[in-house]
């Protein structure tokens, strides 16, 4: 990057290092190797393996007091998957999506691809944009 106050936004290429929780501890390759070895090594569910929205569930349950079961639980491998899950979900074709400006690019395709009319909308601190509620 020229500018040394720039922060790199480009997908999945942070300009900074991998975070120490990343899934680099010793338990954490340990788990991976016995499941690879068990025969894991297809994809789950586009919503999450049944066990962990099960465990979840309970979860809400016993710590949050909500009503939940595993129905009520969507669980992804990222954030893209979720963001095109709620803008289907709350809004309708033709509907128009405000993104932030500067944009992650994925937020843009995602919109594109639940066709919806995005807008980008000024996110800078100093323009304090807020949408209105027509």
Avoid: F, Q, Y
């Avoid at 939940?68 to 990222?78: E, M, P």
């Avoid at 995602?110 to 027509?134: H, K, N, Q, S």
């Amino acid at each position: 990057m020229e500018d040394p106050a720039a922060i790199a936004l480009e997908v999945g290429e942070p300009d900074v290092p991998t975070a120490p929780h990343v899934p680099t501890a010793p338990h954490v390759i340990d788990a991976a190797t016995r499941d690879v070895r068990a025969g894991h090594t297809s994809c789950t569910s586009s919503i999450g393996a049944l066990d962990l929205r099960t465990a979840l569930a309970a979860k809400v349950e016993a710590a949050n007091g909500l009503e939940a079961t595993s129905d009520d639980i969507i669980v992804t491998h990222g954030a893209m998957s979720v963001l095109a899950m709620a803008m289907n979900a709350l809004t309708g074709p033709g509907d128009e999506i405000l993104l932030p400006d500067p944009e992650l690019p994925n937020w843009r395709m995602g919109g594109r691809g639940c066709r919806r009319r995005r807008t980008p909308r000024p996110a800078a601190p100093r323009e304090r944009v807020l949408p209105d509620a027509r």
